[in-house]
């Protein structure tokens, strides 16, 4: 059985920082595109970031690029999200997603596996 499980998120000031941290079992990620992905209240959810297996490609979302770095662990089975200079509209629940292939993709609809969510709020 594929588990993913979101640590990291909490309260925090705007402009501070935070750490997400994905962990993965049951199986072997390292053959996995990794991403995160995020829903506020009342939106829909959207694509954050992504990894592929290597480490070699990364792939960010406008509205945090140059703010939010994601990472995997030496082990491959572990994903960061480091986030800064962190805003308001950051607000929201964040999701680690799992992607059986080699092509990083921005669509939710293509992540095979998914995390339960960890709440990330900014205070302005």
């Known amino acids: 059985q594929v588990q993913l499980v979101e640590s990291g998120g909490g309260l925090v000031q705007a402009g501070g920082s935070l750490r997400l941290a994905c962990a993965a079992s049951?199986?072997?990620?390292?053959?996995?595109?990794m991403g995160w992905f995020r829903q506020a209240p009342g939106k829909e959810r959207e694509f954050v970031a992504a990894i592929n297996w290597s480490s070699s490609s990364t792939y960010y979302a406008d509205s945090v690029k140059g703010r939010f770095t994601i990472s995997r662990g030496n082990g491959k089975n572990t994903v960061y999200l480091q986030m800064n200079s962190l805003k308001h509209e950051d607000t929201a629940v964040y999701y680690c997603a799992g992607d059986y292939t080699i092509i990083i993709s921005t669509k939710g609809e293509d992540y095979d596996y998914w995390g339960q969510g960890t709440q990330v709020t900014v205070s302005s």
């Open positions: 049951g199986r072997t990620f390292r053959t996995y595109v």
